[in-house]
């Protein structure tokens, strides 16, 4: 950074922020989140995020990340609700509030379409944002900064190498330059001044970087949205924007940034809906030549044949068991504490669930060695049945297993849901209390099609769920009637999700997938969830996932 760089005061900040944040940037961060740690995708190659040329213009030590938006292409490619926070009047209501007008004609004669947000982190570590407006006519473009002046007021001007920079004296904190086809804004000149020099070479932009380099050269050309995120030297940004370690503990999301460098997400609007693409790189050179993130084997969805149709979700892969010890590997590379805290939780959960004396790695993970399935469903009352589905190899083998998990189970201390109990003293006055009455787990053997079922309930007659193992797979469902239509798929495939429009969705992004899942949304819509307003046009969101060497490829299609 340049002394004038260092130097330079910033203005009192007086416009109002562009509602990006609240809205938008966290709908594109929530695709970003979707790819780290769900990672579902397709992997497609064509070159260089050049549409938009801000790799050449941003500076690499600066930029935390960038997002583009095809104003032209929203408007045409696709129809968007009203209320949707995309929608072409919706963002010519952003733009006028950043420029503190009451309206901005995105299709004036001077504007192109094309705009972008680009974050960078100022020398007291802070964010500074700069937008980026493409136009079609310098003069009239100009002409256009003169209408914001208030009346008497001229625009100033000073030369920065070679390049004038634009800004009001009196009515409003606001610089602009006209930079290889884009009007650049920002309230801080010394970050157009990043820009120049980025532009002109006497500084290194964010084509010099080899994680932006990976991620733009697998993505496609020209999407309407495209989206950069510079994990390597700001990994922590994720935490301002989302819940994340609400969910997950932070010592496993730390591990995770430091193997992935660059992220990338472009979406191509079609009259289907929006088609996401996303790629995340790795630090290939800490992995060496250990390809933790490489599947010989790929995945075909043969489990979707036996998930009876219409689920709010499904996610589905193959060898969970792989990926876990890759996690595992990974970690204990990088982050041995990590590796230990993720093993303690899933023992944990194991022994919670399953009795103390099952291990998780002894009993568990040979029953994932193969495809698994999960499906989740919504019934009358508005909750959530579940169906769990693993492909046996060897079912004679892992029925040991199987018996052992059940036989942990079943031998369970449980305890009713709390309730509270009155009673009265020697005194004849009442007291209360919260009691909970041991329980016992209890086993039923019943029958549907020749095929035995076990049913587990509660000594107070609370129904816990029902297993089954057929045709060498292993089933656990919530509700008996779930389990009985996937039972009754070994006959007949009709009423499957194989066999349905959700299915023909993933199909569509398959290709050699890893893993795959189907989310419901419009099953979703009177639950709250982070990032609902911008998911909250479409329908379904179908996703796969392809792993490869240098990094984590995505494909989403929300319709």
Request: a negative charge; hydrophobic letters at 40%.
């Amino acid at each position: 950074m340049t002394k004038k760089h260092e130097q330079k005061q910033k203005k009192e900040k007086s416009l109002p922020a562009l509602p990006f944040k609240n809205q938008l940037t966290n709908g594109v961060i929530l695709l970003l989140i979707l790819a780290l740690f769900s990672l579902s995708a397709f992997f497609m190659t064509d070159k260089i995020l050049e549409p938009t040329n801000l790799g050449k213009l941003l500076p690499a030590e600066q930029t935390i990340g960038f997002l583009t938006i095809d104003i032209n292409s929203l408007q045409n490619d696709i129809t968007l609700p009203s209320d949707y926070i995309l929608n072409y009047d919706n963002l010519s209501k952003m733009v006028a509030s950043y420029l503190n007008q009451e309206s901005f004609d995105m299709l004036g004669e001077w504007f192109d379409g094309q705009s972008a947000i680009a974050f960078l982190s100022d020398p007291d570590g802070n964010m500074d944002k700069i937008y980026f407006l493409g136009y079609q006519d310098r003069t009239k473009a100009l002409d256009f900064l003169k209408t914001l002046s208030a009346p008497g007021e001229q625009l100033a001007s000073e030369n920065y190498e070679g390049v004038t920079i634009y800004s009001y004296p009196t009515s409003q904190n606001l610089n602009v330059a006209f930079i290889s086809g884009y009007m650049v804004l920002s309230d801080d000149a010394s970050n157009l001044e990043l820009v120049i020099d980025s532009n002109k070479g006497s500084a290194s932009n964010l084509k010099t970087l080899a994680n932006y380099n990976t991620v733009a050269d697998n993505l496609p050309y020209e999407p309407t949205i495209l989206t950069f995120w510079n994990i390597q030297k700001y990994p922590d940004i994720i935490e301002s924007y989302v819940p994340i370690y609400e969910v997950v503990p932070e010592a496993l999301i730390k591990p995770i940034l430091a193997i992935f460098t660059g992220f990338g997400a472009a979406v191509q609007a079609s009259e289907e809906g929006f088609y996401v693409q996303t790629y995340t790189s790795v630090e290939k050179e800490l992995l060496e030549d250990n390809y933790y993130l490489s599947f010989p084997t790929k995945y075909n969805a043969g489990l979707s044949a036996f998930i009876p149709e219409n689920p709010t979700i499904f996610i589905g892969g193959l060898n969970l068991r792989s990926e876990t010890e890759r996690t595992f590997e990974i970690f204990d590379e990088f982050h041995p504490s990590a590796s230990l805290i993720l093993q303690g939780v899933l023992d944990g959960v194991s022994k919670k669930f399953f009795g103390k004396q099952i291990n998780f790695e002894e009993e568990i993970y040979p029953l994932l060695e193969e495809e698994y399935a999960l499906s989740i469903y919504k019934n009358v009352e508005g909750g959530k049945e579940y169906l769990c589905l693993l492909e046996l190899e060897n079912q004679e083998e892992k029925m040991i297993y199987i018996d052992t998990i059940k036989k942990g189970f079943l031998e369970k201390q449980v305890y009713s849901d709390p309730y509270i109990q009155t009673y009265t003293l020697g005194d004849g006055t009442t007291g209360q209390e919260i009691v909970a009455d041991p329980v016992e787990i209890l086993n039923e053997k019943i029958s549907y099609e020749d095929v035995e079922i076990d049913k587990f309930y509660l000594s107070n007659d609370d129904i816990l769920g029902y297993m089954t193992v057929f045709d060498d797979k292993f089933a656990f469902a919530t509700d008996l009637d779930i389990l009985r239509k996937s039972i009754d798929l070994m006959k007949t495939p009709n009423g499957s999700l194989q066999n349905s429009a959700d299915m023909d969705s993933i199909n569509a992004l398959m290709g050699s997938a890893d893993e795959s899942s189907f989310i419901d949304i419009s099953a979703l819509k009177d639950s709250e969830f982070w990032g609902q307003s911008f998911f909250s046009a479409f329908s379904s969101l179908s996703s796969t996932k392809n792993f490869f060497d240098d990094g984590v490829a995505t494909f989403h299609l929300l319709k």
